[in-house]
């Protein structure tokens, strides 16, 4: 296990980083009903393999480099994803015996069977082979004055080349290090965007299910915002969340802590999924950025400008600053300006760069006019 790089206590599963599955070692193995378990053990003995089956409910095997592999392709192949999610699996490398003390170290067997696929991505975590790119956000009325950066994680290759976000986040959700990596892009946001001299409004990506307790998984990040002397009031906690839907009282318990302890908070992809009107009222946000599937093309389309003026409508009466996400063309832009969207960004603005562009073209409000 290695642990990354921070001073005083905080959350020993967001700061760790599990070992590679390496070498020779003892696979035990849970299974969630009998049947499952009776279809690995014909498996073993039909190819007349060594098992040991404690209890009846334990089943674990010495397997060595080569054997390892094999049987892990054999459990992915035989066992269907519902049994792979309900299995647990835990690794004892050097042929060591599991203590008691180690089951803290159980996973999913799909965690498991992931993880060992993982080790580009591990490495890039325990080196912290990661950055951040900043995309600006910008006033709707005056494009050239940013109002705000949001911080994008990328990941950085051995040969020095960058590895894009979903590939990243869609490898660590499998692996289950989700929590290990958002708890870096935070850091990484927070520390390059010191590094680069940000002075306006910082937004910081963060997903619900990275955090299990706020006070003690959130208190690096909020440690690396302190020592990198932004203040509290810059920093805007952007809610990216992938869990549909969503748990509201562990989603408001974080947003509470974040608040409480001066930052501001903006719901993002509004208007998409899970992002309903309720959470307007629940979460009670500072910002809301509606999806830019919604503002794709919005000024063609009759039914996204519909949907659109209405959360524009109803965010601007609970005086809800709104950021409209995905801007590429000029007629998206005017559409946006004439209905009063606070805030604008995308492509057409600016890409997400390091170090952060500094300024940004200015669109003039004239144009020619747009079909009702």
């Known amino acids: 296990m290695t642990a990354i790089n921070g001073n005083g206590e905080g959350c020993a599963r967001c700061e760790t980083i599990p070992s590679k599955i390496e070498g020779s070692g003892r696979l035990y193995l849970w299974f969630p009903v009998k049947h499952t378990l009776n279809k690995i053990l014909s498996f073993l003995k039909n190819q007349q393999l060594t098992y040991h089956l404690q209890e009846e409910k334990c089943l674990y095997i010495i397997l060595d480099k080569e054997s390892k592999e094999w049987f892990l392709n054999v459990l992915s192949a035989k066992l269907s994803s519902k049994e792979l999610k309900e299995s647990q699996a835990l690794w004892m490398p050097n042929l060591e015996e599991a203590q008691f003390k180690d089951f803290s170290r159980v996973v999913s067997l799909q965690n498991f069977l992931s993880l060992g696929q993982s080790d580009w991505l591990l490495d890039m975590l325990a080196n912290e082979r990661i950055t951040s790119y900043f995309q600006p956000i ?96 810059r920093i805007v906690f952007e809610v990216a969340e992938s869990e549909q839907p969503p748990d509201i009282s562990h989603l408001t318990k974080i947003l509470k802590f974040y608040q409480d302890a001066g930052f501001l908070i903006a719901l993002d992809d509004f208007g998409s999924g899970y992002s309903n009107l309720n959470l307007i009222h629940q979460l009670r946000p500072d910002f809301v950025k509606l999806d830019m599937h919604l503002i794709r093309n919005v000024h063609q389309d009759p039914y996204k400008a519909l949907i659109t003026e209405k959360l524009l409508e109803i965010a601007h009466q609970l005086e809800i600053k709104t950021i409209a996400e995905g801007i590429e063309t000029e007629e998206e832009l005017h559409w946006l300006r004439e209905r009063g969207t606070t805030f604008v960004q995308g492509f057409l603005i600016a890409k997400p760069s390091t170090p952060p562009v500094a300024t940004t073209p200015k669109f003039s409000e004239k144009m020619v006019a747009l079909p009702a």
């Open 138 to 233: 910008v006033y709707t009325e005056d494009t050239s004055q940013i109002f705000a950066y949001e911080a994008l994680l990328r990941g950085i290759d051995e040969n020095n080349s960058v590895i894009a976000p979903g590939r990243i986040f869609a490898q660590a959700e499998s692996a289950g290090l989700i929590f290990q990596l958002d708890a870096l892009a935070r850091s990484s946001a927070i520390k390059q965007g010191s590094l680069h001299g940000i002075k306006e409004h910082l937004f910081i990506n963060f997903s619900p299910t990275s955090v299990y307790d706020p006070t003690t998984c959130l208190r690096m990040t909020v440690r690396a915002i302190d020592e990198a002397d932004f203040s509290h009031e």
